[in-house]
């Protein structure tokens, strides 16, 4: 081995690492795994109660939660099998999975679940409401009781005041489609 290879290669083993002090470094998770573990609706269920959750909860609460969602029943009428089910599935197969890949945060002796440092890139291909598609929808029927009205009222006094009352609804009509589209696109 060359003098310019052995310093070399004692530089490389002597270099200080950059240890990250930092344990919960946010890293990027590939869409595969990210996409891998939402398949599954019971890790689903389990980001939605963290999502609701402000930090973290209990297995036992989570398990309760996700037991009564999955029977369609209220916590106070599960039984002890379909909370123990779901219990298990989620401490032996789930919970170590997502918490592999820091979507959670995951303390088997403590029992307590949280939010992990990758959290967010799982929660942004949930299933988000949309929470603009009423009050759209109510914004046309109020135009529409608007105009129908205001058309009414103008054959009873003047047919000419009524015709410009239409034009000018189908004008808001348009106007509002031009809004709902252009907000859509955001």
């Known amino acids: 081995m060359s003098q310019a290879q052995t310093t070399r290669q004692t530089q490389v083993e002597s270099a200080p690492e950059t240890a990250d002090d930092d344990s919960e470094a946010v890293s990027s998770v590939p869409l595969d795994v990210v996409f891998g573990l939402l398949k599954n609706e019971r890790r689903r269920l389990v ?45 032996q197969c789930h919970l170590p999975q997502m918490a592999d890949s820091g979507a959670i945060e995951f303390d088997k002796n403590r029992g307590t679940v949280g939010h992990g440092p990758n959290i967010d890139q799982f929660l942004e291909y949930l299933e988000q409401p949309e929470p603009t598609r009423s009050r759209w929808s109510r914004y046309y029927l109020g135009h529409t009781v608007v105009s129908l009205t205001l058309v009414v009222g103008a054959l009873v006094v003047y047919e000419a005041l009524a015709t410009a009352f239409f034009a000018l609804s189908m004008l808001g009509f348009a106007a509002l489609a031009v809004l709902h589209t252009s907000h859509a696109r955001d």
Not at 57 to 64: C, G, N, P
Not at 73 to 81: M, T
């Open 47 to 91: 980001l939605k109660f963290l999502e609701d959750s402000d930090g973290g909860t209990s297995l036992s609460d989570l398990a309760e939660h996700i037991a009564a969602v999955e029977n369609d029943k209220a916590v106070s009428a599960l039984s002890s099998q379909e909370r123990k089910r779901v219990y298990i599935g989620l401490y």
